[in-house]
């Protein structure tokens, strides 16, 4: 009677061990089909900031005075892997008012290849992190504030936005204002 309970429980332990190794081998393979299906080519969408961020959207960030400066500065940092884009805008003031101008600008660091995602993904989530920021929730899949350069940092389907507004003095940039920028093109990032 005892052989029989044992060879039942035997019978029972290599019958879960055998469906254990089953659904383990169907969560590892659904798991990389879904990583390599999340980082195929296809999956890198280029993001122009200009697109995400127009006059409409400024206009509700800073104010209706707000206005696209004739010359752009340049942001180029384009590679195989990353494509850079830059979109600002500024009030309209009196020349003698300069200091009370404010600013508000999108850069979209956007992947193009793994080799790019994983680079915008390191400053969020790896070594690249910088020190001394706070991290933020609710904005894309990871994001953070850098007070020391006033920027919103957010991390959306591998690209890599950097949101900032306020005046020209980056310590001065507050969060709270940055967030409400956020709030307005967050959806299409």
Known sequence: MHTKKTILWTVI??????????????????????????????????????????????????????????????????????????????????????AKQKHASLLARSAKTESGADSNNQVFNGPAKPDNVQDVEGYGDASFWNSEFGQLNILKDNNWYILQTGGSVPTERTLEETKKFADVIISRL
């Open 13 to 98: 332990a290599v019958g879960l061990v055998g469906v254990l190794l089953l659904v383990s081998n169907a969560t590892s393979k659904d798991f990389k089909d879904k990583k390599a299906s999340k980082t195929s080519a296809s999956s890198f969408v280029v993001a122009t900031a200009c697109e995400l961020f127009d006059i409409n959207d400024a206009k509700q960030v800073l104010g209706e005075t707000a206005e696209q400066p004739e010359e752009l500065p340049g942001a180029n940092a384009s590679s195989d892997d990353i494509d850079v884009t830059q979109c600002l805008y500024q009030t309209s003031v009196e020349l003698g008012d300069i």
